[in-house]
């Protein structure tokens, strides 16, 4: 964030203090949050077990992550690596997972 910011010539303190507080409220929170909720929804969750299939997908997403950074950098989009690559992903992720009906989990 504050590379965007610093891109844009808004106020690289300001917007870093900001950003600091919310990873550390996504961090702390959040997590904390959730797994309370999760516990007494569902008591008997377990961790899935490693696939090689799962290991694909990621070294896939990868490299759709690294085409839209490229992408993002031809368009001249502010902080390709970050929305070429968070966009790619994410059109990538929703579009095979509408289309086969399954979420494939990376």
């Known amino acids: ?11 690289t303190v300001v917007v870093s203090i900001i950003q600091t507080m919310r990873v550390f409220l996504v961090i702390l929170i959040i997590p904390s949050v959730v797994s309370s909720w999760a516990s007494s929804h569902y008591p008997f969750q377990t961790a899935s077990s490693f696939e090689i299939g799962k290991l694909l997908w990621t070294m896939l997403l990868i490299g759709i992550a690294c085409s839209g950074h ?35 989990v990376s």
């Open 1 to 11: 964030m504050p590379g965007i910011a610093k891109e844009v010539r808004a106020n």
């Open 70 to 104: 490229q992408l993002a950098k031809y368009l001249k989009i502010p902080a390709p690596w970050l929305m070429g690559s968070m966009v790619g992903v994410t059109v990538f992720q929703s579009s095979t997972s509408f289309y086969m009906d399954h979420d494939f």
